[in-house]
């Protein structure tokens, strides 16, 4: 059974401070991996999608890489601002089968930027 | 574009009593999910489906019933509440292409008294 691991569970960082944000996952056999931010409250907007493959996606301030041999991936944000303040959850869906339609999530890292 | 709006926003129930959580997209997905998220468990799958007219278990179904009432419709109907299901329901689409990306509702945070 897939498990997602986002390490650590909390982050607290001064603003302007660059950071990344670790998941990693048991079973390599995914089909793609997706990043969300949860503000507290709210559903959950999603970030960025990584394809199995491919090695990284970015959007602005954000980059996320995937090393799907090692099972992990990392979410990079630059310059980090108080409005960046939130919860970030990973989560994998597998590559087939009957559960394929199925996200497996991560309990996500909640990031406080301290202005 | 609405996107995918979820109601009510909140709900107290009292054990036994019955709901539906209704769901709608405005974005043309064939694929729709109901999750629950509590804490220290993260986010669960309870149903999905795949496009108009099919259903499928995920995760956790016990206790839930789902209606894909349309390709923009998908409900989530407890029948007799328990306090156990005292969560935040979300909904999520996702267009069934090649990424296969997922957008989520706002939520519905329900309460089992």
């Known amino acids: 059974k897939q498990e997602v691991t986002q390490i650590p569970a909390a982050l607290s960082v001064p603003e302007g401070e660059n950071l990344v944000l670790n998941c990693s996952f048991t079973?390599?056999?995914?089909?793609?991996l997706q990043w969300f931010r949860q503000d507290p409250g709210k559903g959950l907007t999603s970030l960025l999608l990584i394809q199995s493959s491919q090695r990284e996606q970015t959007s602005g301030r954000l980059n996320a890489s995937l090393d799907k041999s090692s099972g992990r991936s990392t979410l990079y944000i630059a310059a980090s601002q108080p409005g960046d303040s939130a919860t970030y959850l990973c989560a994998v869906r597998p590559t087939s089968g009957a559960g394929s339609y199925q996200l497996t999530f991560g309990k996500g890292t909640k990031l406080s930027v301290i202005p | 574009n609405a996107g995918v709006t979820q109601t009510p926003k909140f709900q107290v129930l009292k054990t036994g009593q019955s709901m539906t959580l209704q769901c709608a997209q405005d974005m043309n997905h064939n694929s729709m999910y109901w999750y629950r998220q509590d804490p220290g468990m993260g986010l669960r799958l309870i149903y999905y489906?795949?496009?108009?007219?099919?259903?499928d278990k995920g995760e956790v179904p016990n206790g839930y019933n789902v209606s894909r009432l349309n390709k923009r419709e998908f409900s989530l109907r407890l029948e007799s509440a328990a306090p156990s299901q005292t969560s935040v329901y979300f909904c999520a689409s996702s267009e069934d292409r090649d990424s296969y990306e997922q957008y989520f509702g706002p939520g519905t945070r329900l309460t089992v008294t």
């Open positions: 489906s795949a496009s108009e007219g099919t259903t």
């Open positions: 079973d390599s056999a995914i089909y793609n």
